[in-house]
């Protein structure tokens, strides 16, 4: 039973962060690397503005919700993997303990269509310790 939520909205992801992306250069995993980079500390700076007293929280979940222009075949799992640097950036602000599966569950995204307005809302859950 959740006791309390916040919702982080952030720009899409970066396609070179999805799974089925391969870096085969050098030049490619430094591109990824820096993409990992921004969208980790952006995702840091969006979770410290929501101010949150009671963190960290012991156990969390989360859900994300994926707002596209274009309606079209997404991939879950690989949307969610994409939302790793995210989450690490979440667990730099000291929302939640880790992001591991004792601490952490990220449930599968679902996807809805903004023309004007793409981006990436994650709402976290905070859940009493079992």
């Known amino acids: ?28 995993r430094m591109k990824r ?23 960290p929280w012991n156990k969390a979940e989360g859900r994300a919700v994926f ?17 790793k640097p995210a989450i690490d950036g979440i667990v730099d602000a000291g929302v939640i303990v880790d992001d591991d599966y004792r601490h952490f569950e990220l449930n599968p995204p679902k996807f809805r269509i903004d023309k004007l307005y793409p981006r990436v809302e994650i709402t976290l859950l905070r859940l009493l310790d079992e």
Not at 3 to 28: D, F, K, Y
Not at 33 to 55: D, N, P, Q, T
Not at 67 to 83: E, S, T, V
């Open 1 to 28: 039973m959740p006791v309390e939520s916040i919702t982080i909205v952030l720009p899409l992801p970066n396609p070179v962060l999805s799974p089925n992306r391969p870096c085969g250069s050098a030049g490619g």
């Open 33 to 55: 690397a820096a993409a990992v980079k921004r969208y980790r500390k952006l995702a840091r700076h969006a979770a410290l503005e929501e101010s949150l007293e009671s963190g």
């Open 67 to 83: 707002f596209h222009k274009q309606d079209r075949h997404r991939d879950g799992p690989n949307y969610n993997a994409m939302l």
